[in-house]
């Protein structure tokens, strides 16, 4: 089991960066490949970057690439997403998750139903 608290969320103007945390309990963290997604008002919930056990593989949708970076330390437990540039569009909730692929699996997921966990969000506003 895996409990997740999502931390760095606030009201930036466009073009700044802002870093999101989220911390995980349990001592099996490195047996999850880490997610975060994101719900703008009004619309559904959205991949936006993942990365595997280890780091070494990352996935990010066409619109964050080159802006966003995602990762982990495994020896802390947390996973985090840096955002560059960001534009009014960014504007959502975002949520940490993490689907449990088992012990140094390389297997990393885009799809939302593939996480087992979620944390409460944080929101992130940018004002233009």
């Known amino acids: 089991q895996v409990h997740l608290v999502e931390s760095g969320g606030g009201l930036v103007q466009a073009g700044a960066s802002l870093r999101l945390s989220c911390a995980a309990s349990?001592?099996?963290?490195?047996?999850?490949?880490m997610g975060w997604f994101r719900q703008a008002p009004g619309k559904e919930r959205e991949f936006v970057a993942a990365?595997?056990?280890?780091?070494?593989?990352?996935y990010y949708t066409d619109s964050v690439k080159g802006r966003f970076t995602i990762s982990r330390d495994n020896a802390k437990n947390t996973v985090s997403l840096q955002m560059n540039n960001l534009k009014p569009e960014d504007t959502a909730v975002y949520y940490c998750?993490?689907?449990?692929?088992?012990?140094?699996?390389?297997?990393?997921?885009?799809?939302?139903?593939?996480?087992?966990?979620w944390g409460q969000g944080t929101q992130v506003t940018v004002s233009s």
């Open positions: 990365t595997s056990w280890g780091g070494g593989r990352t």
């Open positions: 349990g001592r099996t963290f490195s047996q999850y490949a």
């Open positions: 998750a993490a689907d449990f692929v088992g012990s140094q699996s390389a297997a990393v997921s885009t799809r939302e139903y593939e996480y087992d966990h």
